[in-house]
């Protein structure tokens, strides 16, 4: 049984989205999952330990998706076992007035992992060519734009650039980036969302807000088609999960993220000939206490 799923969804030639599953789950069971997950968390913390000690890369991992998709519970499943000093998860909601005196870029720039650290954006600058393609709208909320009308094919070209350019900016610059989409149902997701309403412990997961962006569920997959076929390049690699079953998506991103851990020659530091001395001498000098 095949039970490595890493290279099965990263994104080769040209990308679409009606062609791209959300229910494929390979030979596994549910149950079968779930023990293959918890062998893989380990794999995930001694690379973390790995990364962490060797203190000259990072890792960047950005998930997108639709709403209910399970990107929160993925992150929580995924990396619950890992060391919280090597990982930080930052949620970008809408832009606060701040964040709108900058460029769009400007806030993702201070989330980044530093050196040894693995990082997750659970929605990420992904959102300016995504809900503010949409939306348009939102961008006059920058202050550079006149009206929706300046929001033109050139408008989004430049978008794009500047994504694969931050991207490439990084990439040369030790952070290893992966780009996870998690590719939902529109039936699924309506069942998730009916689960948050009809389940009182969920209800606090609902918005109002849901439906009206549900009605534009099609135009979003639109976006994501162009926006993945944009910017999937060597260095900054997009990767769409069959994201139906919540349980395998959470094993094919873990393996994903481990075998690029171990694609980047991780190594535990080296001592000196002087440390290594002095590590025998403490060794020595606390054996005779």
């Known amino acids: 049984m095949d039970t490595n799923f890493s290279d099965d969804f990263l994104v080769q030639g040209k990308f679409s ?33 790995k990364l962490y000690a ?57 989330a980044l992992p530093q050196k040894g650290m693995i990082g997750i954006f659970n929605r990420s600058h992904y959102e300016s060519v995504l809900v503010c393609k949409v939306h348009p709208e939102y961008n006059l909320s920058e202050k550079t734009w006149d009206s929706v009308k300046d929001f033109d094919d050139k408008f989004w ?69 162009t926006a993945i076929n944009e910017t999937n390049k060597k260095d900054a690699p997009w990767y769409v999960l069959p994201a139906d079953n919540k349980w395998f998506a959470r094993v094919a991103a873990v393996q994903i993220i481990i075998d690029t851990l171990e694609k980047m020659d991780l190594k535990f530091p080296q001592l000196s000939e002087k440390d290594s001395q002095g590590l025998k001498d403490a060794k020595k000098q606390l054996e005779n206490e």
């Open 157 to 225: 070209e430049n978008r794009y650039e500047s994504i694969r350019n931050f991207e490439k900016h990084l990439a040369q610059n030790g952070t290893t980036i992966v780009k996870i989409f998690l590719n939902v149902s529109k039936g699924e997701q309506k069942k998730r969302l009916l689960d948050r309403i009809n389940e009182p412990e969920k209800n606090w997961k609902f918005s109002s807000a849901d439906l009206p962006e549900r009605a534009l569920f099609d135009k979003y997959m639109e976006h994501y088609e």
């Open 54 to 110: 060797d203190g000259s890369k990072s890792l960047l991992v950005v998930l997108q998706a639709m709403d209910a998709a399970g990107k929160d519970s993925l992150i929580e499943h995924v990396f619950g076992g890992v060391n919280p000093q090597g990982c930080n998860v930052t949620s970008f909601k809408t832009p606060s007035s701040k964040e709108y005196s900058h460029d769009f870029l400007w806030r993702h720039y201070l």
């Open 17 to 49: 989205i009606k062609k791209a599953s959300t229910e494929y789950k390979g030979k596994l069971t549910k149950d079968e999952g779930t023990q293959l997950l918890i062998q893989e968390k380990e794999k995930l913390r001694d690379l973390q330990e």
